[in-house]
């Protein structure tokens, strides 16, 4: 007995785009009629048809589009418009376009099915259960939601090595992006928090409205602290509503070993979504990489076919993320106080060598205001949760 295929237009053929393209080729129900990329001159590995102007794929016939780019928000919002206005869902891996788009515009029943399971933590099926299994409402979000920064901080803590070794080796095992800042200045979880908190809370927020407390400032001084805490590092991301006021922040936690939090390795994710019962769930997987992202476009393009849509409420909300205060540990150099001592009191204290770590019970918002600009000379700890 033959089935009809679904027929896919793939926009970029790099890790995802391969990933994707590998895992297709696997099954008989999905032809890829064929593939737009940028660069001509690049050697392409396998039989694809290949274009390169993404006008020429729309000429063809097909059923749905994928999109696996690095290219900018203009770009991929222009060629979801495209397949909107021929009524063809668009299936996507880009949570900086998903991100700003899901704020700047109003999602309706007429946007003709945006897929984006890929764009946060990969094959976690994190956007599908948001949408469809909590209907109480979600209370709050933590998650590890970049797989490189988590991949950087385990070696370091698991298997010794330095900052700057951990980077490179997972640059080597292609975890890590080539400019590591990408992965370590918290825009990548922030945008992928914005996501999440999109579909669990219906609130509209912009991934730069969220506080962020970069991974790249911590330091030596910083692991060491953590260690003789009997404590290790994760890149967390959080958000919580409580009494119509939503709070969210992303940050370097210590964590104990031995925690949830602790036992996350390596390149993986994951998120704890918490319901209004109070009633904890876990999500737990690999967050990046070829086939665990190939698996959940694959995902969407099945979905989309048997119709499934996105269902957002009615009655969106934009509201300003409210400042929390929160314990954290600071570090400057001595005699060169960042806090003032004013307006938080210090719990506690450890120098090291020219580095002086401070505990303190601080705003975000002030947190925020007194570091800009010095982020080499500072590094910021969120106590555990
Ligand atoms: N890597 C992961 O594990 C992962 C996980 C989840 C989500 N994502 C997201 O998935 C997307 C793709 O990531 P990736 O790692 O696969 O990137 P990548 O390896 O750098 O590949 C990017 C691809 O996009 C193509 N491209 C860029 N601009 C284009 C344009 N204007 N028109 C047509 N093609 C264009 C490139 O073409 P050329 O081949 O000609 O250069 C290349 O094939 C990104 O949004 C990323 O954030 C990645």
């Known amino acids: 007995m033959s089935t009809a295929k679904v027929k896919v237009a793939l ?7 391969q990933g994707f393209a590998s895992l297709a080729s696997e099954r008989a129900d999905i032809e890829i009629v064929a593939v737009c990329v940028n660069n001509k001159a ?4 396998g039989n694809q048809h290949f274009v390169f102007n993404v006008d020429d794929l729309f000429e063809l016939d097909f059923d749905v589009v994928v999109e696996a ?31 700003t788009y899901l704020v700047s515009n109003e999602i309706s029943e007429d946007d003709r099915g945006l897929l984006y399971e890929a764009s946060v933590s990969a094959a976690i099926p ?3 259960s948001l949408q469809t299994c909590f209907p109480q409402g979600v209370k709050r979000i933590e ?61 509209e927020v912009g991934a730069k409205e969220i506080p962020v407390f970069g991974l790249e400032s911590i330091n030596g001084a910083d692991i060491r602290l953590a260690r003789s805490l009997g404590n290790e590092i994760r890149y967390i991301a959080h958000a919580e509503v409580q009494d119509g006021k939503l709070t969210a922040w992303v940050a370097p936690v210590l964590v104990e070993k031995e925690s949830l939090w602790g036992s996350i390795q390596e390149a993986e994710n994951a998120i704890v979504v918490t319901d209004a019962s109070d009633e904890s769930y876990l999500f737990k997987g690999r967050g990046a990489g070829a086939r665990p992202t190939g698996t959940a476009l694959l995902n969407d393009v099945l979905a989309s076919q048997s119709g499934f849509r996105y269902r957002y409420a009615d ?8 400042d929390v205060r929160r314990t954290v540990w600071i570090r400057s150099y001595k005699d060169k ?39 080499k000379d500072h590094g910021v700890l969120f106590t555990a949760l």
Request: no cysteine.
């Open 11 to 17: 926009i970029g053929y790099g890790v995802v785009g």
């Open 143 to 203: 998650g590890i939601l970049n797989g490189s920064s988590n991949y950087i901080l385990s070696d370091i803590f698991r298997n010794g090595s330095s900052i700057e070794e951990a980077i490179q080796i997972a640059q080597l095992k292609g975890f890590a992006e080539s400019d590591p800042s990408l992965d370590l200045n918290g825009s990548d979880p922030a945008a992928k928090l914005a996501i999440l908190i999109r579909n669990a809370f219906g609130i």
């Open 126 to 128: 994190i956007i599908r």
């Open 337 to 375: 106080a960042i806090i003032d001592p004013l307006r938080s009191d210090v719990i506690s204290s450890r120098l090291d060598g020219p580095w002086d770590h401070n505990q303190f019970r601080t705003s975000l918002k002030e947190l925020i205001e007194d570091t800009i600009g010095i982020e």
């Open 69 to 99: 780019t690095d290219a900018p928000y203009k770009k991929v919002k222009e060629w979801y418009l495209s397949a909107q206005d021929i009524q063809v869902p668009f299936v996507t891996a880009n949570k900086q376009f998903v991100a």
């Open 42 to 45: 690049k050697p392409r590995i």
């Open 315 to 322: 009655d969106v909300k934009r509201l300003p993320i409210q």
